[in-house]
């Protein structure tokens, strides 16, 4: 999911606008009284500040939450193939979520005007990021990127990977290919002390090698009990970005690889963010923790 600033629902963590006007959109599937709802689906607001570093007791958790996610989107991306819808995606997502006594945490997220409506995202081909499930059948060749978030025990786990449908072209599966290890290769980055930085630099080197680029107006994210918080993690080097890790952060770094030209705008639904020029997307994603000597994959299936 997108990072919404405070103040500008349109914010997306570059500071820039991207084009197209919020379109108000219902919340669609319900989850059961029982199961307790992350602060901006009880009304309050969403994106409070947090603390970087997390205590051990949220550390468990999120390690929990985020194994159930590692898991959910594993479930989903297995029933992907030509034909079925991104509908269909979107309730085994729900249904998994609910069973595990988890709230899919982009159900009802946003500016009050245009709360997502759906339980995952599901973004095709040109789409960039927050695809919103429908009626949209997948094609043989189609790449599709399946972004997972639940909430449970108080915390969020965020996770995303990129799918190949049918039979994709060796380019799209080189994309994707590129894309994973683009993730990887930030992933080793990261350790006490290091500049978060070195992550961007790392993604946007592997992405140059193979002739494709980096989407810059989507960043990685803090996370805990709140969906998006600080650090904001840019995908290129940027260098105004100055955040060391610290042992007990926690944040997720996913990486958005463009076949061509990175630049975007927003569909007027608010929300589908796709590359100008047509050019096809991968996404992977995981939820991290700096350790005292390194660095934890928290969204790894148990």
Known sequence: MRVLGRNDPCWCGSGRKLKHCHVTMG?????PPAIARPPYARGLAADRPEA???DASTIARMRRTGAL???????????VRPGITTDHLDELGHVLAVEAAAYPSPLGYGPKDNLFPKSICTSVNEEICHGIPGARQLRDGDIVSIDVTVYREGVHGDTCV??????VNDDGRRLIETTREALDAAIATVAPGE?????GQAIEAVATREGFGV???????????EFHTDPRVPHYDEPRFSTVCTPGMTFTIEPMIAERGWRAELLDDGWTAVTIDGSRVAQFEHTLLVTEDGVDILTRRA
């Not at 919340?27 to 989850?31: A, F, I, K, T």
């Not at 500049?195 to 992550?199: G, K, N, Q, T, V």
């Not at 989407?215 to 009990?225: C, E, I, L, M, Q």
């Open 52 to 54: 970087m570093v997390k």
């Open 162 to 167: 990129s799918v190949p449908v049918g039979d």
């Open 69 to 79: 996610a590692a898991e959910i989107l594993t479930t989903i991306a297995d029933s």
């Open 195 to 199: 500049p978060l930085r070195r992550a």
């Open 215 to 225: 989407v810059r107006d989507f960043v990685g994210h803090g996370v805990g009990a």
């Open 27 to 31: 919340v669609g599937r319900s989850v």
